[in-house]
T-cell receptor, first 112, second 112 residues
């Protein structure tokens, strides 16, 4: 049983560049979530998919952020025109019909 | 809306001593409660969860938590800690809709 995987694990970029992260959920899970965690804080919800449908987006998800899950399997999170305030750990989680969300190892983003 | 309060940002404990990490929540709907552990530079690992039924929940690594509806608490306990328990611990509530709302975390440091 492979868990949730995320790629890349680390990303350093310059301010103004675009970045894209990928999340592969546990294979039988139809729900996929993105969270952001800044230093010293708990994770904060960004968005949620059920299959390919994006059902909820947080106000934290500005118009520079976009997430997709085109075939209901893997998901991508893109940040356009990155800002230093985007530096954080981006966590992906997945779940099935039951209530437990299983998290991936995260992608740590540093914007210089 | 849901919220979680973890009053203790840091808890130092001697090895083999007991520990309690406090968590209080608020929710306007039925709650599902979770404790996750995060080791440095890693994602979140589920320790235990309360969905319904018995208010005393046992998890992995010898941890347990007790759901107290009247006090809106879900404190995490372990009777004897080990060096390997050094980590950040997050309490989370899942109400409705699907997202998890996390506390700010408690850093548990085990003193040899």
């Amino acid at each position: 049983d492979t868990g949730v995987s995320q790629d890349p694990r680390h990303k350093i970029t310059k301010r103004g560049q675009n970045v894209t992260f990928r999340c592969d959920p546990i294979s039988e899970h139809n729900r996929l979530y993105w969270y952001r965690q800044t230093l010293g804080q708990g994770p904060e919800f960004l968005t949620y998919f059920q299959n390919e449908a994006q059902l909820e987006k947080s106000r934290l998800l500005s118009d520079r952020f976009s997430a997709e899950r085109p075939k209901g399997s893997f998901s991508t999170l893109e940040i356009q025109r990155t800002e230093q305030g985007d530096s954080a750990m981006y966590l992906c989680a997945s779940s099935s019909q039951e209530e437990t969300q299983y998290f991936g190892p995260g992608t740590r983003l540093l914007v210089l | 809306a849901q919220s979680v309060t973890q009053l203790d940002s840091q808890v130092p404990v001697f090895e083999e001593a007991p520990v309690e990490l406090r968590c209080n929540y608020s929710s306007s709907v039925s709650v599902y409660l979770f404790w996750y552990v995060q080791y440095p530079n890693q994602g979140l690992q589920l320790l235990l969860k309360y969905l319904s039924g018995s208010t005393l929940v046992k998890g992995i690594n010898g941890f347990e938590a007790e759901f107290n509806k009247s006090q809106t608490s879900f404190h995490l306990r372990k009777p004897s800690v080990h060096i390997s328990d050094t980590a950040e611990y997050f309490c989370a509530v899942r109400g409705s809709p699907e997202k998890l709302t996390f506390g700010t975390g408690t850093r548990l440091t085990i003193i040899p």
